[in-house]
């Protein structure tokens, strides 16, 4: 049903749960599968005066963290399932980057995880998984 899917790999608590769905939708078909990571690309302290290598160490230390994980997931949809997907670590706001990658090349399907933030908590903070599900031109499939 779907050609090309991306998934969006964030905290390795559903993580799990995102690589199950990705699998029963998958498997045994000629998917093209996409992991996706976004970290950030800036840092905000609100402190006075930081040494801009330690901010830039931090940042370092975002995208180490954020290819492991894509390295990680893509190890388990290999072992478990076959499947070999593409790892793709974008840098940004998550929800615009997930939506413009998505969008630049043609996915049908997202598969994005939920954090269970709901009533006022989502609506002061926002929501990757609202966002993304709201300005999607393909399908989201949230997962809780």
Not at 15 to 28: G, Y
């Amino acid at each position: 049903m779907f050609d090309k899917i991306i998934v969006a790999i964030d905290k390795a608590e559903i993580t799990n749960k995102l690589l199950d769905a990705t699998i029963e939708i998958a498997r045994n078909k000629q998917t093209q599968v996409t992991l996706v990571n976004v970290s950030q690309d800036y840092v905000s302290n609100g402190m006075t005066y930081v040494p801009e290598n330690f901010l830039e160490e931090i940042l370092n230390e975002m995208e180490k963290a954020s290819l492991e994980q894509l390295q990680q997931a893509k190890f388990k949809l290999e072992k478990s399932a076959g499947i070999n997907p593409e790892t793709v670590h974008l840098k940004g706001d998550p929800a615009h980057e997930i939506l413009k990658y998505a969008r630049d090349t043609e996915q049908q399907l997202i598969i994005i995880g939920s954090r269970g933030l709901s009533g006022i908590k989502e609506m002061m903070l926002g929501s990757v998984s609202h966002k993304v599900s709201q300005l999607s031109n393909c399908p989201v499939l949230i997962v809780h």
